[in-house]
């Protein structure tokens, strides 16, 4: 998927917008995790990204080189692009003649105009679209907007690294990630409330770059989590859909590799590893010895 809807969808695609002159040195959202002698590595992705983030730390590159399997969270070329294209056009419409009309307000309408607009995208290309597919079109194309590439994401870099040299594993498929976007819940009040922020995207992800530069996990939690939990209290459902609902396959996986005495190499969306019921607070309340990097 990658992944967006509300602030929570823009985070999950594009965890994290990093730009930096001196990336070797940057620390990053990265965890080591043992137990009984084998070992697992987690890093926190940044989907979009840019020539500046690399390379990649020492630590962070050595570590990826001992692993014997790349884990990411879906691996975009498990299925051929047609029948990608094929489940897009399954799952990110409306049913029944239904229309974005029929779930949004004109208020709503007035502000999703005035953004595709900015893109030169009329409202009658999108309107059968589901809100969330729409959304994450929106933030992707924001992201584009800023200089940014889905090519130079973490996930999609190690990927490339990876292929023809050892296995990649997904813990979610393309179709899985698809039904979990048609899924989201619809909540008109952020919906509206994001379409307004949009503005504010380069503001927003440049404090959590440097959040993921330090490797402040609490402060990725706090901009990405908790203080827009805190805005928009109607986005909860959304972020229990996209973050509780997913976290325990995402640790389960980490368990598995260190249950089969693999090493792997875990690259999910750095959300996913921050605050209570994250993957790194499931995997330390079973036990496991996980340090950061």
Known sequence: ?????????????LQWLVVSAQAAGDK??????????????????????SDEFYP??????????????LVVEMDDKAIPPEKQQEIIQRMAFYPNGET??????PETIKLLKERLSLHQIPLQAIERQRIGFIE??????????????????IDYYFMSQARGSKPIRE???????????MKLPEVEEATREEL?????????????ATAWKKGDADAMYRLAISEP????????????????????????????????????????????LVGPGSVVDLLQKQGYQVSQQ
């Open 1 to 13: 998927m990658h992944v967006m809807l509300k602030r929570v969808l823009c985070f999950m695609v």
């Open 28 to 49: 990053g959202l990265f965890w080591r995790v043992e137990s009984g002698g084998a070992t697992a590595y987690l890093l926190g992705a940044i989907h979009f990204g």
């Open 56 to 69: 990649m730390r020492r630590e962070i590159m050595d570590a990826f080189k001992r692993s014997d399997v």
């Open 100 to 105: 974005i009309h029929d779930h949004l307000s």
């Open 136 to 153: 994450l079109t929106l933030a992707a194309l924001e992201a584009m907007r800023l200089g940014y590439s889905q090519d130079r994401g």
């Open 171 to 181: 813990i979610e498929s393309f179709q899985e990630q698809m039904e979990l976007v």
């Open 196 to 208: 307004s922020r949009m503005d504010e995207y380069e503001q927003l992800w440049g404090e959590m």
């Open 229 to 272: 939990l805190k805005e928009t209290p109607a986005a909860k459902p959304v972020y229990e859909l996209m973050f509780d609902g997913r976290n325990p396959k995402m640790a389960k996986s980490v368990e598995t590799c260190l249950k089969n005495r693999e090493v792997c190499f875990v690259v999910v969306g750095a959300g996913h």
